[in-house]
């Protein structure tokens, strides 16, 4: 009895293999979107602390130099928030075009997956038919020798 066999495995193999990759590359794009977040909110933590020391400074009196200095302190950190809310963007971007590529190859593994499902139905099918004609033969065969051995 032959073994089955796929014919299309290595590219199953292949698919799998491109399908591993993709989803390595997916969890490194989410980690550094994670760690972009994590860089923006410390900017932001950092501007709302400078503007509330800022407003407790105000309210008691201060210079118009120290306020014109606070002014431009908070400006660059409105800047460095915008810079790293950019770059968030960018990353979360770049992350959705790798978990597009991971659905998509995705897809492509399982078609594979399925068409190796229904070829292995198939030819077990043919294997259950091929059993049930040897045993049709057999049967045959031995009937018509016990029909020839009766007849002498």
């Given at each position: 009895m032959k073994k089955f066999r796929f014919g299309l495995d290595s590219v199953l193999d292949y698919r799998q293999q491109v399908l591993d990759g993709?989803?390595?590359?997916?969890?490194?794009?989410?980690?550094?979107?994670?760690?972009?977040?994590?860089?923006?909110?410390?900017?932001?933590?950092?501007?709302?602390?400078?503007?509330?020391?800022?407003?407790?400074?105000?309210?008691?009196?201060?210079s118009i130099a120290d306020a014109m200095s606070y002014e431009t302190g908070l400006r660059v950190l409105e800047r460095n928030i915008a810079r790293e809310t950019k770059r968030l963007e960018e990353l979360q971007q770049a992350a959705e075009v790798k978990r597009r590529q991971v659905m998509q190859a995705?897809?492509?593994?399982?078609?594979?997956?399925?068409?190796?499902?229904?070829?292995?139905?198939?030819?077990?099918?043919?294997?259950?038919?091929?059993?049930?004609?040897?045993?049709?033969?057999?049967?045959?065969?031995?009937?018509?020798?016990?029909?020839?051995?009766?007849?002498?």
């Amino acid at each position: 009895m032959k073994k089955f066999r796929f014919g299309l495995d290595s590219v199953l193999d292949y698919r799998q293999q491109v399908l591993d990759g993709l989803q390595g590359e997916y969890a490194k794009a989410l980690e550094r979107v994670r760690q972009q977040e994590a860089r923006k909110e410390a900017v932001e933590l950092q501007y709302a602390q400078v503007n509330q020391e800022f407003r407790e400074r105000a309210a008691e009196g201060i210079s118009i130099a120290d306020a014109m200095s606070y002014e431009t302190g908070l400006r660059v950190l409105e800047r460095n928030i915008a810079r790293e809310t950019k770059r968030l963007e960018e990353l979360q971007q770049a992350a959705e075009v790798k978990r597009r590529q991971v659905m998509q190859a995705h897809v492509d593994t399982r078609i594979l997956e399925r068409l190796k499902e229904k070829k292995l139905q198939d030819y077990q099918k043919d294997m259950q038919k091929s059993e049930e004609q040897f045993i049709d033969e057999l049967v045959s065969a031995k009937r018509h020798m016990e029909s020839g051995l009766l007849r002498t």
